[in-house]
């Protein structure tokens, strides 16, 4: 029979000696039919103990078996948790979950993310998918840093602070009063209710600038921007501290450019 040809992009290695590849067998031994327990097995297979009689704590100058590794294998847990230097040692930042939670659409991180009229982010924030907005917002708002000018330190508060219905409650709006900062935040529908329904106790309404609140598709537009890096959009890093330095590299090039 012919052969056929190969398959375009393929490559054939013409090998003459298969036979040259192969180990030659060995002559078949015959063992014993009889069954040892562990006790006699272990000493021959360096098993448990060690043989010459070494504490498992030292003592001699060199062991055997699998007391000779030494390492975590007795201790509870993996022999890696929580001792790397990548998992929360003392001195990192790096959560214990890595900035990853479940939520609808499986494992994701959820980036909370301050930025100016023009997009360009200020304070930057990573937590698991399923965290909340609101308990991060003051978390958030302190990380804010605005060189001044000229002489001075820089500005960590700002005019007027936009945000959605998430950052509706009370904390929130009592933080940026004491503060001095205005608050452009739309109430829900279940909280407008809340308030009617109880009457004079429920107070008065918080102010909202509807003309204003139309300047809060930038923040929209700077998290579009940290998406077009497809590794912060996919989050491929498994450290949170490593995914939170592309971000701040991303914000840096944003800066940069604009």
Not at 14 to 28: C, D, I, Q, W
């Amino acid at each position: 029979m012919g052969r056929s040809p190969p398959h375009p992009g393929s490559h054939r290695v013409e090998v003459p000696n298969l036979l040259a590849l192969a180990r030659l067998a060995r002559t078949t031994r015959a063992l014993p039919d009889r069954a040892e327990t562990a006790d006699q097995v272990g000493p021959g297979r360096h098993m448990g103990t060690d043989p010459r009689g070494c504490p498992r704590g030292g003592g001699c100058r060199r062991r055997r078996g699998l007391d000779s590794f030494g390492g975590l294998h007795h201790l509870p847990g993996s022999p890696a948790f929580g001792r790397s230097s990548e998992k929360g040692a003392p001195g990192r930042s790096e959560p214990e979950d890595h900035a990853l939670g479940r939520s609808r659409g499986g494992l994701s991180t959820k980036v909370h993310l301050a930025s100016d009229s023009q997009a360009r982010p200020l304070s930057i924030l990573v937590t698991a998918g399923q965290a909340g907005d609101a308990p991060a917002f003051e978390a958030v708002m302190a990380g804010i840093r605005v060189p001044r000018r000229g002489l001075g330190r820089p500005r960590t508060r700002p005019a007027v602070v936009l945000a959605d219905r998430a950052y509706s409650s009370r904390a929130i709006r009592g933080h940026l009063r004491r503060r001095g900062v205005r608050a452009v935040i739309p109430q829900p529908a279940d909280q407008i209710g809340h308030r009617l329904r109880r009457g004079r106790a429920g107070g008065r309404p918080p102010g909202f600038d509807a003309e204003t609140y139309k300047e809060r598709n930038a923040v929209e537009r700077g998290i579009a921007r940290l998406k077009q890096w497809r590794g912060l959009a996919m989050r491929t890093d498994k450290l949170a501290v490593a995914y939170r330095a592309a971000l701040h590299l991303a914000a840096i090039l944003i800066w940069s450019r604009r």
